[in-house]
T-cell receptor, first 110, second 114 residues
Framework: QKEVEQNSGPLSVPEGAIASLNCTYSDRGSQSFFWYRQYSGKSPELIMFIYSNGDKEDGRFTAQLNKASQYVSLLIRDSQPSDSATYLCAVNWSGNQFYFGTGTSLTVIP | DAGVTQSPTHLIKTRGQQVTLRCSPKSGHDTVSWYQQALGQGPQFIFQYYEEEERQRGNFPDRFSGHQFPNYSSELNVNALLLGDSALYLC?????????????FGDGTRLSIL
């Protein structure tokens, strides 16, 4: 059974702080990992993807992957109120299906 | 550069009716996936189309069917609508045959069943 788990939150951080979002998955055979941001009433927007163990940085965002421990995380540095949204973790195993977690709600407090 | 476009934006139907949702992929993309997102949940994979064929299907009944056209656009059809089909239906496009390519979502169609 392939499952993706996220803490639903809400996670609250002050403006300028680092927000840390975590995601665990059930099957070691996973291939690729994606983070999406979803504002209320809107569709998911791709933020980052990562395929290999380690860190991948893009601007204020860093994705971290540890396949041995079966987790992937997203760090948001210098958090802004505009970062307030639900963050969805998606995992692709072999095949073409993306499995999504239920998302973590993030609130950045001015 | 046109992104993924979906139509209609909103739709209201009654139980037992049939509905067709449409999607045009991002320019340059040839693969279309459909997802159902219930309130407070993550998107659930319905199926994926590539080269005009259904390549993979999630855990959805046969009432859900689809089609992909030569220009890569796609339709999702749902027959015999149930109250539980009320959700946001998302189309995502990607490039090529590899399943690990990033998927880009359209704005979705919000379907309400009365």
């Amino acid at each position: 059974q392939k499952e993706v788990e996220q803490n639903s939150g809400p996670l609250s951080v002050p403006e300028g702080a680092i927000a840390s979002l975590n995601c665990t998955y059930s099957d070691r055979g996973s291939q690729s990992f994606f983070w999406y941001r979803q504002y209320s009433g809107k569709s998911p927007e791709l933020i980052m993807f990562i395929y290999s163990n380690g860190d991948k940085e893009d601007g204020r965002f860093t994705a971290q992957l540890n396949k041995a421990s079966q987790y992937v995380s997203l760090l948001i540095r210098d958090s802004q109120p505009s970062d307030s949204a639900t963050y969805l973790c998606a995992v692709n195993w072999s095949g073409n299906q993306f499995y999504f977690g239920t998302g973590t709600s993030l609130t950045v407090i001015p | 550069d046109a992104g993924v476009t979906q139509s209609p934006t909103h739709l209201i139907k009654t139980r037992g009716q049939q509905v067709t949702l449409r999607c045009s992929p991002k320019s340059g993309h040839d693969t279309v996936s459909w997802y159902q997102q219930a309130l407070g949940q993550g998107p659930q994979f319905i199926f994926q189309y590539y080269e005009e064929e259904e390549r993979q299907r999630g855990n959805f009944p046969d009432r859900f069917s689809g089609h992909q056209f030569p220009n890569y656009s796609s339709e999702l059809n749902v027959n015999a609508l149930l109250l539980g089909d009320s959700a946001l239906y998302l189309c995502a496009s990607s490039l090529g045959g590899a399943g690990n390519q990033p998927q880009h979502f359209g704005d979705g169609t919000r379907l309400s069943i009365l």
